[in-house]
């Protein structure tokens, strides 16, 4: 179909009225196109500005589009305004010599001390927005150089003009998203799937293998989306494309996770305890001061725990005055993490705001998950992320978290209990280990709260744990694996077997899996967290911030995983992150520089919602609406009778299926709302 007739069939007032439905959302945002079917330049600029209209929440302060039809590539762009407030920042932006035209989403904080090496080489420059200096950089040394140069957090497209090549790239860890989709003749990319699929020609098939990943780990691990014929470009990677009509060529890394972990192996810290914290610190606080560049309000998001805890201190540190921090909390005593946040924020004397909700409040951010979250994304931490950033607009455009201090520094229960629990495992005879795991998990997480609750008095406070019933069925799933591997991806999954869900199961691997088999020489500590930085991180917690921020109009920073504080964590001797049976044992000794050990130490909580109690009570009749059987099996995508079978188990006490009928729900409902 040519780009005229499908703009005049599908309208833009369609498009305008989808983008409203987010109501003042931002943060920048830019999609293109190009092909090799001749187009008039109208036709090319109206049909990129279809594709960023349900974009406009990204960026509400400006808009540009920038096209050459005889060489088939549109750009357009939707702004944000955050460095450069003038019109020396508006985007699609041409280098100096015009051989770029360059859309980037994100911030290059190092722009300042890359602008002086430049000047110095003799580029001259109009305003001071790092987008200016991105076009430069790249017209004076080249992409691959240029980018291994920048710190921060960059979604880019750049056109060629001498080459007529396009170079979409990706930051180092996956912090700003970008989508490509090639058919032949035909590339359409953005920063989210929604601008796609306001696009030409777009194909909504769903992917299976990317629903099965999804089903199993809450969300679908890059490349792959929930459209078979969309990628994401994998973080680190530079895709460069010469002819659209030629099949989509692969992406070249120019930073990734194992080469950090290798390069870290070869240069073991060898430093005091001391000298770890002072050189973290001194990392952290660089780290911390280049994301406080704003031309616009800014602060931080605070919960009290030990990595957002190390952000705000380290940014008081650092401020003129009284950093704004701010914290929600809940009714619900169990997930209220409030107090814990305002007793860190007193001590270190910010200008800190708290909100404490009901669980009306979160109940009511579900219906916009869909709309929200344009591939389905089932972690329920995506609700209290985007009501704490909704708290935080009311009074900033930027703010800092502290979100990648787990992955980085070994925090989650998974590495230190679960790597010693699957290497004692796995010296249990197999049968054994089957007959205890049936054992297990044939009794309800209710019973065996109840059971443990009788015994608990009785047992050494070592043995006392959170959520035993939940423990110990992933325990029982955990005897049912044969190898390491499986057993972490047990330990990582909603689904144990999410192909007996599907109706059409396939059996591809993810990324998950491939990072897993990559790492097999790596310690089992190591290769949980090298798998986790390649894959959850970027496509569950780092969507899930961008997304929820994006939806108040709020740009979010995350110093923890500046990619030289990730490398310098693969320099360090697994005693400097684990000691004494705790996790980010050097991150805290730097937060202990300015938080007392008291205020912050206590057992972790997890920044989410209650699930299981809302599926029994106040969502039950929209999950029971959601699972009925004839919805279920009338789309020939999900099997009715496993999915049921879990609901009635569930509602029976077993609060361990909660998550994976969750994962059920949010596909139902964002099947629904983007027909598929």
């Given at each position: 179909?040519?780009?005229?007739?499908?703009?005049?069939?599908?309208?833009l007032?369609?498009?305008?009225?989808?983008?409203?439905?987010?109501?003042?959302?931002?943060?920048?945002?830019?999609?293109?196109?190009?092909?090799?079917?001749?187009?008039?330049a109208?036709?090319?600029?109206?049909?990129?500005?279809?594709?960023?209209?349900?974009?406009?929440?990204?960026?509400?302060?400006?808009?540009?589009?920038?096209?050459?039809?005889?060489?088939?590539?549109?750009?357009?762009?939707r702004?944000?305004?955050?460095?450069?407030?003038s019109?020396?920042?508006?985007?699609?932006?041409?280098?100096?010599?015009?051989?770029?035209?360059?859309?980037?989403?994100?911030?290059?904080?190092?722009?300042?001390?890359?602008?002086?090496?430049?000047?110095?080489?003799?580029?001259?420059?109009?305003?001071?927005?790092?987008?200016?200096?991105?076009?430069?950089?790249?017209?004076?040394?080249?992409?691959?150089?240029?980018?291994?140069?920048?710190?921060?957090?960059f979604?880019?497209?750049?056109w060629?003009?001498?080459r007529?090549?396009?170079a979409?790239?990706?930051?180092?860890?996956?912090?700003?998203?970008?989508?490509?989709?090639?058919?032949?003749?035909?590339?359409?990319?953005?920063?989210?799937?929604?601008?796609?699929?306001?696009?030409?020609?777009?194909?909504?098939?769903?992917?299976?293998?990317?629903?099965?990943?999804?089903?199993?780990?809450?969300?679908?691990?890059?490349?792959?989306?929930i459209?078979?014929?969309?990628?994401?470009?994998?973080?680190?990677?530079?895709?460069?494309?010469?002819a659209p009509?030629?099949?989509?060529?692969?992406?070249?890394?120019?930073?990734?996770?194992?080469?950090?972990?290798?390069?870290?192996?070869d240069?073991?810290?060898e430093?005091?305890?001391?000298?770890?914290?002072?050189?973290?610190?001194r990392?952290?606080?660089?780290?911390?001061?280049?994301?406080?560049?704003?031309?616009?309000?800014?602060?931080?998001?605070?919960?009290?725990?030990?990595?957002?805890?190390?952000?705000?201190?380290?940014?008081?540190?650092?401020?003129?005055?009284?950093?704004?921090?701010?914290?929600?909390?809940?009714?619900?005593?169990?997930?209220?993490?409030?107090?814990?946040?305002?007793?860190?924020?007193?001590?270190?004397?910010t200008?800190h705001?708290?909100?404490?909700?009901?669980?009306?409040d979160?109940?009511?951010?579900?219906?916009?998950?869909p709309?929200?979250?344009?591939e389905?994304?089932?972690?329920p931490?995506?609700?209290?992320?985007?009501?704490?950033?909704?708290?935080?607009?009311?009074?900033v455009?930027?703010?800092?978290?502290?979100?990648?201090?787990?992955?980085?520094?070994?925090?989650?229960?998974?590495?230190?209990?679960?790597?010693g629990?699957?290497?004692?495992?796995?010296?249990?005879?197999?049968?054994?280990?089957r007959?205890?795991?049936?054992?297990?998990t044939?009794?309800?997480?209710?019973?065996?709260d109840?059971?443990?609750?009788?015994?608990?008095?009785?047992?050494?406070?070592?043995?006392?744990?959170?959520?035993?019933?939940?423990?110990?069925?992933?325990?029982?799933?955990?005897?049912?694996?044969?190898?390491?591997?499986?057993?972490?991806?047990?330990?990582?999954?909603?689904?144990?077997?999410?192909?007996?869900?599907?109706?059409?199961?396939?059996?591809?691997?993810?990324?998950?899996?491939?990072?897993?088999?990559?790492?097999?020489?790596?310690?089992?500590?190591?290769?949980?967290m090298a798998?986790d930085?390649?894959?959850?991180?970027?496509?569950?917690?780092?969507?899930?911030?961008?997304?929820?921020?994006?939806?108040?109009?709020?740009?979010?920073?995350?110093?923890?995983?500046?990619?030289?504080?990730?490398?310098f964590?693969?320099?360090?001797?697994?005693?400097?992150?684990?000691?004494?049976?705790?996790?980010?044992?050097?991150?805290?000794?730097?937060?202990?520089?300015?938080?007392p050990?008291?205020l912050?130490e206590?057992?972790?909580?997890?920044?989410?919602?209650?699930?299981?109690?809302?599926?029994?009570?106040?969502?039950?009749?929209?999950?029971?609406?959601?699972?009925?059987?004839?919805?279920?099996?009338?789309?020939?995508?999900?099997?009715?009778?496993?999915?049921?079978?879990?609901?009635?188990?569930?509602?029976?006490?077993?609060?361990?299926?909660?998550l994976a009928?969750?994962?059920?729900?949010?596909?139902?409902a964002?099947?629904?709302?983007?027909?598929?």
């Amino acid at each position: 179909m040519r780009l005229a007739q499908w703009g005049q069939e599908r309208g833009l007032a369609d498009d305008v009225e989808n983008a409203a439905a987010l109501e003042a959302c931002a943060m920048c945002g830019f999609a293109g196109i190009l092909t090799s079917t001749p187009h008039t330049a109208e036709a090319l600029d109206q049909a990129v500005r279809r594709m960023t209209a349900p974009i406009t929440h990204r960026g509400p302060d400006d808009e540009g589009t920038w096209l050459d039809a005889a060489a088939g590539i549109a750009l357009g762009f939707r702004r944000l305004s955050i460095i450069d407030l003038s019109a020396h920042g508006h985007q699609p932006m041409c280098s100096p010599a015009g051989r770029f035209t360059v859309v980037f989403n994100g911030e290059v904080y190092n722009h300042g001390a890359l602008r002086t090496e430049l000047e110095r080489e003799g580029v001259r420059f109009r305003g001071h927005s790092d987008t200016e200096v991105v076009a430069a950089a790249f017209e004076r040394w080249g992409i691959a150089r240029s980018v291994r140069q920048f710190i921060g957090m960059f979604a880019i497209a750049a056109w060629d003009v001498e080459r007529r090549r396009l170079a979409l790239i990706r930051d180092r860890l996956g912090i700003k998203p970008l989508f490509v989709r090639a058919v032949p003749g035909l590339v359409t990319f953005g920063s989210e799937l929604k601008a796609l699929a306001a696009g030409p020609e777009f194909d909504r098939t769903l992917d299976t293998d990317a629903l099965s990943a999804y089903l199993r780990y809450l969300y679908v691990p890059a490349p792959a989306t929930i459209y078979r014929n969309v990628r994401k470009l994998l973080p680190g990677h530079i895709l460069m494309i010469d002819a659209p009509s030629a099949p989509l060529p692969a992406s070249t890394p120019y930073w990734e996770v194992e080469d950090a972990v290798g390069r870290g192996r070869d240069a073991v810290f060898e430093g005091s305890d001391d000298d770890a914290v002072a050189e973290l610190e001194r990392l952290l606080t660089d780290a911390v001061r280049l994301r406080m560049q704003a031309d616009v309000p800014l602060g931080a998001l605070l919960s009290g725990g030990i990595d957002s805890s190390t952000v705000v201190a380290l940014m008081q540190a650092a401020a003129p005055g009284r950093v704004r921090t701010f914290s929600i909390g809940f009714t619900d005593e169990a997930h209220n993490e409030a107090p814990h946040a305002a007793r860190v924020a007193e001590h270190l004397g910010t200008d800190h705001t708290e909100l404490v909700l009901d669980g009306t409040d979160a109940l009511a951010v579900v219906p916009r998950l869909p709309e929200m979250f344009d591939e389905p994304l089932a972690d329920p931490s995506q609700i209290p992320t985007h009501l704490v950033c909704a708290l935080a607009r009311e009074q900033v455009v930027v703010a800092l978290s502290g979100d990648g201090g787990d992955e980085v520094f070994a925090g989650y229960n998974r590495y230190l209990a679960g790597a010693g629990m699957i290497r004692r495992l796995g010296r249990v005879p197999r049968p054994m280990r089957r007959l205890a795991a049936a054992a297990m998990t044939g009794v309800s997480t209710q019973a065996w709260d109840r059971a443990y609750g009788a015994l608990a008095p009785l047992l050494p406070s070592p043995l006392r744990v959170r959520l035993p019933g939940e423990k110990i069925g992933k325990l029982g799933h955990l005897l049912a694996r044969d190898s390491e591997a499986a057993m972490y991806r047990s330990l990582l999954s909603a689904w144990q077997h999410p192909e007996h869900v599907l109706r059409q199961a396939e059996t591809g691997e993810s990324r998950v899996e491939e990072m897993l088999d990559r790492t097999r020489d790596l310690t089992l500590l190591d290769r949980m967290m090298a798998t986790d930085q390649a894959t959850y991180l970027a496509d569950d917690l780092l969507a899930k911030v961008d997304r929820a921020s994006m939806a108040v109009s709020l740009e979010v920073r995350v110093p923890l995983i500046d990619h030289r504080v990730v490398e310098f964590g693969w320099r360090l001797p697994s005693s400097l992150k684990i000691r004494g049976g705790r996790g980010k044992w050097l991150l805290r000794q730097v937060l202990y520089r300015h938080v007392p050990e008291a205020l912050v130490e206590r057992p972790k909580v997890g920044f989410t919602v209650p699930i299981a109690a809302w599926l029994r009570g106040p969502l039950r009749a929209w999950a029971e609406d959601l699972l009925d059987s004839e919805r279920l099996e009338a789309d020939e995508i999900l099997s009715a009778a496993p999915i049921r079978r879990a609901w009635h188990a569930f509602q029976s006490g077993h609060d361990g299926l909660a998550l994976a009928l969750w994962t059920v729900l949010i596909f139902q409902a964002w099947r629904e709302r983007w027909a598929v």
